[in-house]
């Protein structure tokens, strides 16, 4: 099952560029080795014009079928003090935050609804899912369902490389 939004309001969506999922999952790596056992860290996004969702996931050793997986889900706009940078670097100290809790009790239960906390007097909603990745697109694979239909729908009012630059400014991407 692919990532969903929190507010489903949104048409179009998009994933966080590869190099800054790339960054996020060296960083819990990074952070987490030891009491992860060396399990890699799995990360997905979902971007829209007005929410970010980021997931962390792993699957603890010696575990095949089940995966914890800490999912933030947060609003931003397009003022400079809740930004896209801003918005993911807190979803990431949420999620930090949020993974070490687990780890220190692991038998306690994480809510599966969206449930809403404060961390640097911002709102943000997290839940937990056991849902496996690599399971869920082998089995998806199996049966030829194609649940990666793409993220960006490209609306054609996007022509020239400017206008790109000027989308990417507005989602806090430019030249961060």
Same mark, same amino acid.
């Given at each position: ?27 819990? %790596? ?20 007005? *929410? ?16 914890? %997986? ?5 609003d931003y706009d397009q003022k400079p ?20 809790e687990h780890i220190e009790k692991p ?6 609804t969206w449930t809403a906390m404060t961390?640097?007097?911002? *709102? ?7 849902? %496996? ?32 630059? *000027? ?10």
């Amino acid at each position: 099952m692919p990532l969903e939004s929190r507010t489903n309001k949104a048409s179009k969506s998009t994933k966080l560029p590869a190099e800054f999922s790339n960054q996020i999952i060296e960083v819990f %790596n990074e952070h987490f080795k030891k009491q992860l056992q060396g399990q890699p860290v799995l990360v997905d996004s979902l971007l829209t014009g007005n *929410e970010v969702v980021v997931r962390v996931g792993y699957n603890p050793k010696g575990m095949k079928l089940r995966q914890h %997986n800490f999912e933030v889900s947060l609003d931003y706009d397009q003022k400079p003090a809740t930004n896209l940078v801003s918005s993911v670097h807190l979803a990431i100290d949420a999620l930090a935050n949020i993974l070490q809790e687990h780890i220190e009790k692991p038998d306690q239960d994480f809510s599966p609804t969206w449930t809403a906390m404060t961390l640097e007097k911002r *709102e943000f909603f997290y839940r937990y899912t056991a849902e %496996n990745s690599d399971l869920e697109k082998q089995a998806n694979d199996l049966l030829g369902i194609d649940d990666q239909e793409p993220l960006v729908k490209i609306d054609d009012t996007v022509e020239t490389e400017e206008q790109l630059q *000027e989308a990417l400014s507005k989602l806090g991407l430019d030249g961060e």
